[in-house]
């Protein structure tokens, strides 16, 4: 979901609507406020932040890309909206605006143009929505204009009011609510607001009576809405960021605890799927120096031993074989591992493809020296998932293990584990290891700048940089708290 064009890109076809709103919450607001919590979690605590670890939110939305081979320079005639032109051509209009391939010069021109493709979609939106058009016609022209105050907001915070008006309109509008995509949009663009309000907040340093505020409106919004709060696991990365800037740390169990009420009380699927993200959330951004609870099956179906890694360093490997970083990552992992195992540090991978065949190719081209537990055996055997227990929606994440069990690192980057290992088995050689390229220009940069995907939906990160730590015993690495419903 997080590629180049992003949410921008999908603004046109509502049955990514909701997908593309999860997707502004990582390149909007909800992005910015890692970025910059990692850089005041690091001036407070003297940490350096490695310039690949560290994100750097722009004035640029994900999309449109600058092509690799641009065909032209924008001389501002793809903003000339024609006087008698049909729904659809308009449409066609807004979608080419999304797909632009002009060439920029400079960072500024660049944003002007932006600038000006908002407004020119906006304008197109409004003039469709003022003409009698099919439903399907309709409902692409009410996610354009709603994906444009989405984008607008996650640069301007004056632009959140428009964006609240906007989506309580849109539950309001009775051809709106008579279609269900129609219904689906309202909700994904009333938790996309609260969303960015809560950023926002968290971004410019607001007050914890601000917070909770804010999240009596996501409470309101769930208990109104159970079907759509699994919108609000993106929102735990950014309440925890606050609580540790704060330093309250009971301030995530006090907001949200009424809403884990609500969704147990809802009891529907919806309501219980959302409820168990939310709690997987809340145990991630709280799991580093706890003890990592073990569980799962390999391939062939026999439950995994936790006596098999008692006493050892090891990693965990979420990974999935349709990611292209996981392969950069393990390339890199078996490095490690060859260094390292035969001292005291244990791998154990864990795939979340969807398909035990694709899984079963992949390592049949990759072989994994180290062993490996597969969601689908968790599900076939009716067992918690250890991905779900803990929130994982993103591949590659890697959590460190320390040998007394306790977590190290709740998503650990690759130059943190080595120099984890170098610090726990010191007389080992060390590896040498190379830098994993970008599988294409994503929202958020996983070990050793890979790229990571979300499994399937959208995901929130958040990084704090810390040190390795002593043998024997948890040590402390890069942070990037994860949370998202699949």
């Known amino acids: 979901m997080k590629k180049t064009k992003g949410f921008l890109a999908a603004a046109l076809t509502l049955s990514v609507a909701l997908t593309a709103a999860d997707a502004f919450a990582q390149t909007g607001p909800l992005g910015a406020v890692r970025a910059r919590a990692a850089a005041r979690n690091a001036a407070r605590t003297g940490a350096v932040v490695p310039e690949m670890e560290t994100v750097v939110p722009t004035q640029t939305p994900a999309a449109p890309a600058r092509a690799a081979a641009p065909t032209k320079k924008s001389d501002g005639s793809e903003f000339v909206i024609p006087a008698n032109a049909t729904a659809e051509q308009l449409l066609a209009q807004a979608e080419a605006l999304l797909s632009n391939e002009a060439v920029f010069e400079t960072e500024e021109e660049y944003v002007v143009w932006v600038d000006k493709m908002l407004a020119t979609n906006a304008k197109i939106a409004d003039r469709v929505l003022s003409m009698k058009t099919t439903d399907e016609t309709f409902l692409k022209a009410v996610s354009l204009k709603g994906q444009v105050l989405c984008y607008q907001a996650s640069v301007d915070a004056a632009v959140l009011p428009k964006l609240k008006t906007y989506s309580d309109a849109l539950q309001k509008n009775k051809r709106v609510q008579s279609l269900e995509e129609g219904r689906d949009a309202a909700l994904a663009f009333s938790g996309v607001y609260l969303q960015a309000k809560v950023a926002e907040i968290v971004e410019r340093g607001g007050t914890a009576q601000e917070l909770k505020t804010a999240m009596k409106e996501v409470e309101a919004f769930v208990a109104a809405h159970p079907t759509a709060a699994d919108m609000t696991t993106d929102l735990v990365v950014p309440v925890a960021i606050f609580a540790a800037t704060v330093e309250d740390p009971t301030l995530p169990t006090a907001v949200w605890a009424p809403i884990l009420k609500n969704l147990q009380a809802a009891g529907d699927a919806d309501s219980l799927r959302a409820l168990e993200g939310l709690e997987g959330a809340l145990r991630f951004v709280?799991?580093?120096?706890?003890?990592?609870?073990?569980?799962?099956?390999?391939?062939?179906?026999?439950?995994?031993?936790?006596?098999?890694v008692k006493g050892k360093v090891v990693l965990v490997d979420f990974w999935a074989s349709w990611n292209e970083s996981c392969a950069d990552v393990h390339e890199q992992l078996a490095k490690l591992y060859k260094a390292y195992n035969k001292s005291g540090f244990e791998i154990v991978g864990y795939n979340l493809d969807g398909d035990a065949k694709a899984m079963q190719a992949y390592l049949a081209k990759t072989p994994l020296a180290w062993?490996?537990?597969?969601?689908?055996?968790?599900?076939?055997?009716?067992?918690?998932?250890?991905?779900?227990?803990?929130?994982?929606?993103?591949?590659?994440?890697?959590?460190?293990?320390?040998?007394?069990?306790?977590?190290?690192?709740?998503?650990?980057?690759?130059?943190?584990?080595?120099?984890?290992?170098?610090?726990?088995?010191?007389?080992?050689?060390?590896?040498?290891?190379?830098t994993a390229a970008p599988a294409a220009a994503q929202s958020s940069p996983a070990a050793t700048g890979a790229a990571r995907q979300t499994v399937p939906a959208a995901t929130g990160t958040a990084r704090r940089t810390g040190t390795p730590a002593t043998p024997g015993a948890a040590a402390t690495g890069t942070r990037r708290p994860v949370g998202s419903a699949r």
């Open 286 to 308: 709280e799991l580093e120096g706890k003890t990592f609870e073990w569980f799962g099956r390999t391939a062939d179906g026999k439950a995994f031993d936790p006596a098999s």
């Open 371 to 434: 062993p490996m537990l597969t969601d689908l055996q968790a599900i076939a055997a009716k067992e918690k998932s250890l991905a779900r227990y803990y929130g994982i929606d993103e591949v590659p994440t890697l959590i460190l293990v320390g040998g007394d069990g306790k977590v190290a690192a709740a998503d650990v980057d690759l130059e943190t584990l080595l120099a984890t290992l170098k610090v726990v088995f010191p007389d080992v050689e060390a590896p040498t290891l190379g």
